[in-house]
C-alpha cells in the first residue's frame, strides 16, 4: 500500500490557514496521496456541513473504488469518516458479498421464486449450484440499479421530503401533497433503513 494520509484540523484564523497551505505545499511528493479533514475554509454555504477531501488524480486512478462515508457526528462536533480503498484489480471480478437490505426490496420474493422454480437438467447439487448463481447475478444488477449511491439517495429523498413539508404549511388542506408527503417520508425511511444495513456490513 503505497499511499500517503495527510488528516487536517485547520485553525479559524486565516492567517493560520494560509501557513498550513504552505506546509501541505511542502509536503506534497509524486506518491499517492489523500488529503481530508476539517480545513474551516468555506468557499460555499453547502460546505458549512460536513467536510472536504482531497486526492490526485493518480491516487484516484489507482483505487478506482475508493469511497468515503462520513457518519452521523453524534456527540461529538464533527462527523467520524471512513476512507476505503480498493485497488482496481485487471480482469478480476469483486468478490459477491450479500447485503442484508436487498431482503426488503418489493421484487426480492418474486425474484427468488422465479429463479428457484427453474428446470434444470442435472443432480440437485448441480440445480441448487446454478440457481445460486443466477440469483447472485439478479443480485449485482439489483444493486447497481437500485441501490448505487444510497447517501446521496438518501440526501435527495430529505430534500423531497422537505420541500413537500414545506409546500403544506402554504397549503395545509391539499389531500394530494398529504398523499405526496406520506410516500416521501416512507421512502425516505426506506432509504435510512437501507443505508443503515449497508454501513453495518462495512
Not at 83 to 91: M, T
Not at 179 to 200: C, F, G, M, V
Amino acid at each position: 500500500f503505497n499511499s500517503l494520509l495527510t488528516v487536517v484540523y485547520a485553525s479559524n484564523n486565516r492567517g493560520e490557514r494560509k501557513v498550513l497551505w504552505k506546509d501541505l505545499c511542502d509536503l506534497s511528493s509524486n506518491e499517492n496521496w489523500c488529503v481530508m479533514g476539517d480545513f474551516n475554509d468555506i468557499l460555499a454555504k453547502e460546505e458549512r456541513v460536513g467536510h472536504k477531501d482531497y486526492g490526485q488524480s493518480s491516487l484516484v486512478g489507482q483505487y478506482e473504488f475508493a469511497e468515503a462515508v462520513f457518519l452521523n457526528e453524534g456527540l461529538f462536533d464533527h462527523s467520524p469518516a471512513i476512507l476505503s480503498l480498493h485497488p482496481q484489480v485487471v480482469g478480476e471480478k469483486k468478490p459477491f458479498k450479500y447485503f442484508r437490505m436487498w431482503k426488503s426490496h418489493p421484487k426480492y420474493d418474486s425474484m427468488l421464486k422465479d429463479i428457484w422454480c427453474l428446470e434444470i437438467s442435472g443432480n440437485q447439487m448441480y440445480q441448487v449450484v446454478c440457481k445460486l448463481k443466477l440469483f447472485k447475478e439478479r443480485l449485482r444488477k439489483l444493486n447497481t440499479e437500485d441501490y448505487c449511491d444510497l447517501q446521496q439517495q438518501v440526501h435527495e429523498a430529505k430534500a423531497s421530503l422537505d420541500s413537500l413539508q414545506s409546500q403544506l404549511q402554504q397549503q395545509p388542506l391539499e389531500e394530494s401533497l398529504h398523499q405526496q408527503e406520506r410516500s416521501a417520508r416512507e421512502l425516505l425511511s426506506q432509504k435510512h433503513q437501507d443505508y443503515s444495513l449497508l454501513l453495518k456490513q462495512k
